[in-house]
Nanobody, 128 residues
Framework: QVQLVESGGGLVQPGGSLRLSCAVS????????VGWFRQAPGKEREGLAC????????YYVDSVKGRFTISRDNAMNTVYLQMNSLKPEDTAVYYC?????????????????????WGQGTQVTVSS
């Protein structure tokens, strides 16, 4: 089990950028897959991107592909989500989650049921 804390959210204008951080504690990050999710009011939690612990492979859903970049710094036990060209529809609470590698997991890991440990979220608001 690990603990995750998101930070970096806030209010930004359309077209702007934010970088979210996910600080992990309780275990080394090296072998975990980490995902970023978001949940808008009245909507289901939506998987956005994930990065594997074994080979740093990444995956993005179409709605954020080319705009968002997931990365990790294992020495700092931190995963990042760089968000560019933000749109009002990106407004949501953003969560990071960690998964210890398991046999039978299906890449990409974009389901909430793929993950054991979750942060408490950080609010991102995109508005004029």
């Amino acid at each position: 089990q690990v603990q995750l804390v998101e930070s970096g959210g806030g209010l930004v204008q359309p077209g702007g950028s934010l970088r979210l951080s996910c600080a992990v504690s309780g275990d080394t990050l090296d072998y975990y897959t980490v995902g970023w999710f978001r949940q808008a009011p009245g909507k289901e939690r939506e998987g956005l991107a994930c990065i594997s612990g074994t080979d740093d492979n990444t995956y993005y859903v179409d709605s954020v592909k080319g705009r968002f970049t997931i990365s990790r710094d294992n020495a700092m036990n931190t995963v990042y989500l760089q968000m560019n060209s933000l749109k009002p529809e990106d407004t949501a609470v953003y969560y990071c989650a960690a998964d210890w590698p398991r046999y039978g997991s299906s890449w990409p890991l974009l389901s909430i049921y793929d993950y054991e440990d979750w942060g408490q979220g950080t609010q991102v608001t995109v508005s004029s």
